[in-house]
């Protein structure tokens, strides 16, 4: 009976230092900064759904409650992309689309601070869209640079 209760206090007690060092090697491999060369090689479903399948040179910053993106793409295969986003959500974003100012052209101190902690260059001025935003306020924000092609994305999920 003494030997049943010392080893229950010890696991009980290990059981929490444990569990943080499994998540910890976990989330070394999850979370972080990688590159991609396409959206194939993402592979990762809560990505994929807020990535345009023609990104290429991609960079993520991976988090647990979102990601931060920047990659290559033209403006058509964007505005492509979010128009089928739109239209397959078919009303059941939380803002409407109107709502949402989609397309106007921001200036950078309107969003930098989304990518604070990064080394990525911000353009002077971006065009500002959006993604249909869930109930719990899931979504993505896209920042088109017109002179480089580039997109900065923010996307946030819970």
């Known amino acids: 009976m003494k030997t049943f209760a010392v080893t229950t206090i010890i696991a009980t007690f290990a059981f929490i230092p444990v569990c943080a060092g499994v998540s910890s090697i976990v989330d070394s491999q999850r979370f972080g900064v990688f590159k991609y060369d396409t959206y194939a090689d993402v592979c990762d479903f809560r990505i994929e759904r807020y990535l345009p399948p023609h990104a290429r040179t991609i960079t993520l910053d991976k988090y647990a409650m979102g ?23 078919d009303g059941r974003s939380f803002v409407s689309r109107e709502d949402l100012g989609h397309g106007e052209s921001i200036a950078d101190e309107q969003f930098d601070h989304s990518f604070d902690g990064l080394d990525w260059p911000i353009p002077e ?29 923010h996307a946030g999920y819970w």
Do not use: N
Request: cysteine-free; glycine content about 6%.
């Open 67 to 89: 990601h931060r993106a920047m990659y290559a793409i033209t403006l058509e295969d964007l505005t492509e992309y979010l128009d089928k986003l739109w239209a397959d959500a």
């Open 125 to 153: 001025s971006a065009i500002h869209f959006h993604s249909p935003v869930q109930s719990d306020g899931g979504g993505a924000d896209y920042y088109f640079d017109t002179r480089t092609s580039t997109v900065l994305q």
